[in-house]
């Protein structure tokens, strides 16, 4: 449909022609009856529904506009679109006037009204496209509508498909204001070591707990790269006026509060200070001074249970070889027989020999029945 100018709209019309200029603004559709005199309107017969201007195209002599979509929603009966009409902004720049009116009745192409029905019967969403004449009018333009009620399929499915932000969401808005933009192994925590070492608690926040870990984890590589660290802290005495010793420079020395960069753990090996190393024979003891003189740490003790069967009512040796050879022959072995079931036996049972890897022990029974016992015989060695 092609609206016709009204005499408001020819007013205009002919200003813009002589400089002004055509600002318009909505477009309304009505069911009114044909005017006598449309260039007399103001406004339609009877308007029924109003909607803003989505687009404005120029033509030789005339623009395009296009209506934001409009629905039947707030129809109170079906609407028989008979008139249209065009409004523009008066020469104020305030009040809006009917620039042109068309009515399917004045139409000369013959056009016949489209009716829209009620919802109840489907919702309807549509546009209206009409041409309004301008003549060779240069300022023409249109307040555009701030959206049209329904977004095209090919729209939607754009903004749908446009990952890159596009309605320019800021992380804080979401929540991640204070959440770095990184991958997670790229990270960068900060903390602050506490000043003693304290155990992780479960729940406590990751800044803590890195505190407490990277204290821990220089205690430690201080302790790895300390070689001395156990000597320094070792107690300053041991029975009487014994002290632990290590080699400093070589040198056996008592340790103290504080040991130099050059001082060694040392043992006797096989009678030699040495100084300590990855690996320690059965022959190696730790020593200490005492009263200036390097002696072996504590005792050597080895104990076990050998079984012995009496033969005869005459001696039956019986040997023990020892777990690991002592440093010397021990100073002391002793034996204390065991019979299975009767307690008031009370054989003979010594040693004969023993040297710092075993020793040979006999027992003898002169009771008349000793050939078919069996003892068990539980002994130890001290050096």
Known sequence: MTPKLTNNGYGILTQAL???????????????????????????????????????????????????????????????????????????GETEILYAYGHCDLSSSGETAVTIPLVENGLVSTTI???VYIDDAEEVGAILAASSEYVTLADFTAHTDDTDNPHSVTASQVGLGNVPNVATN????????????????????????FGKLALAVTKLIDHIADSTLHLKNASSTVGGTAKPVYLNAGTVTACSASVGGTARPAYL???????????????????????????????????????????????????????????????????????????????????????????????????????????????????
């Open 129 to 131: 496209t009409v041409y």
């Open 269 to 383: 090996n096989s009678g030699t200070v040495t100084a300590c190393s990855a690996t320690v024979g059965n022959t190696r003891k730790p020593v200490y001074l005492n009263a200036g003189t390097v002696t072996p740490c504590g005792w050597e003790i080895q104990y076990g249970v050998v079984g012995v069967q009496m033969n005869t009512q005459t001696a039956t040796n019986f040997s023990v070889t020892f777990s690991s050879a002592f440093s010397s022959a021990p100073k002391i072995v002793m034996l204390t027989p065991q019979h299975d079931s009767e307690t008031s036996v009370a054989p003979v049972c010594k040693v004969r020999t023993w040297t710092k890897s075993g020793f040979v022990g006999y027992m003898y029974d002169s009771a008349s029945n000793a050939t078919s016992r069996y003892y068990q015989v539980f002994w130890i060695a001290i050096l």
């Open 186 to 209: 790229d990270q960068t925590p900060t903390y602050t070591a506490p000043t003693t070492l304290t155990a992780l608690v479960s729940g406590e926040k990751l800044s803590t707990a």
């Open 18 to 92: 002589n400089g002004g200029s055509i600002s318009f603004t909505k477009i309304k559709v009505g069911n009114g009856d044909v005017p006598e005199d449309y260039t007399a309107l103001d406004d339609l017969v009877n308007p029924v529904i109003e909607a803003g201007i989505d687009s404005i195209e120029e033509a030789e002599k005339y623009v395009i506009l296009k209506s934001a979509s409009f629905n039947n929603q707030s129809l109170e009966s079906e609407l028989e679109c008979k008139e249209v009409g065009v409004f523009c902004l008066d020469s104020d």
